[in-house]
């Protein structure tokens, strides 16, 4: 079946840092692909997301692009903020309207 | 954006009661709702898909006799944990989508179960 593979954290970085959060996806057909962000104490919020192969998601500085020959999905940030630390979440949706499958998720911690 | 609700935030209760778990979708009908459970420091594990007006889809796994789901309007589905034991503690999480071809899902902030 279908699934979300992503890198095990936790993540430490400095402010100003770039991230690289790695995602992989195995699934039949052509899946759209979220990040999702889990601030400490709250519930899930879209980050981005890409529908399509090449499509760039992007918002607040983070971008991810679907490259469907190596079946990925990294999320990347330039400079990363204190206010940045949270759990990411890799998913995806096989077909419209489907319940979305998740990657592990990853913590990033940012220390200034 | 769309808002979905959940209620309570928390709840403790004794083993051996039931509790039920509210999720609302304020500004927009859902005809699809899911319902998600977490463990700490883990993903989300799909419990079940609820479609307004019919029964529940489960997972491998879950018992449908123990996690009671109904999606009874276009904004309102309810989980009720029947019979809770401890090891239901956990955080559990809903979503909502559209109808349609609608991929995005928007999820509440989910209720914190403890049970004693």
């Known amino acids: 079946g279908d699934s979300v593979t992503q890198m095990e954290g936790p993540v430490t970085l400095s402010e100003e840092a770039f991230l690289t959060i790695n995602c992989t996806y195995t699934?039949?057909?052509?899946?759209?692909l979220f990040w999702y962000v889990q601030y400490p104490g709250e519930g899930l919020q879209l980050l981005l997301k890409a529908t399509k192969a090449d499509d760039k998601g992007s918002n607040k500085g983070f971008e991810a692009t679907y490259r469907k020959e190596t079946t990925s999905f990294h999320l990347e940030k330039g400079s990363v903020q204190v206010s940045d630390s949270a759990v990411y979440f890799c998913a995806l949706t096989g077909q419209a309207g489907t319940a979305l499958i998740f990657g592990k998720g990853t913590t990033l911690s940012v220390s200034s | 954006g769309a808002v979905v609700s959940q209620h309570p935030s928390w709840v403790i209760c004794k083993s051996g009661t039931s509790v039920k778990i509210e999720c609302r979708s304020l500004?927009?009908?859902?005809?699809?709702m899911f319902w998600y459970r977490q463990f700490p420091k883990q993903s989300l594990m799909l419990m079940a898909t609820s479609n307004e007006g019919s029964k529940a889809t489960y997972e491998q796994g879950v018992e449908k006799d123990k996690f009671l789901i109904n999606h009874a309007s276009l904004t309102l589905s309810t989980l009720t944990v029947t019979s809770a034991h401890p090891e239901d503690s956990s955080f559990y999480i809903c979503s909502a989508r559209e109808g349609g071809q609608a991929y995005e899902q928007y999820f509440g902030p989910g209720t914190r179960l403890t049970v004693t």
């Open positions: 500004d927009f009908q859902a005809t699809t």
């Open positions: 699934a039949t057909g052509y899946p759209s």
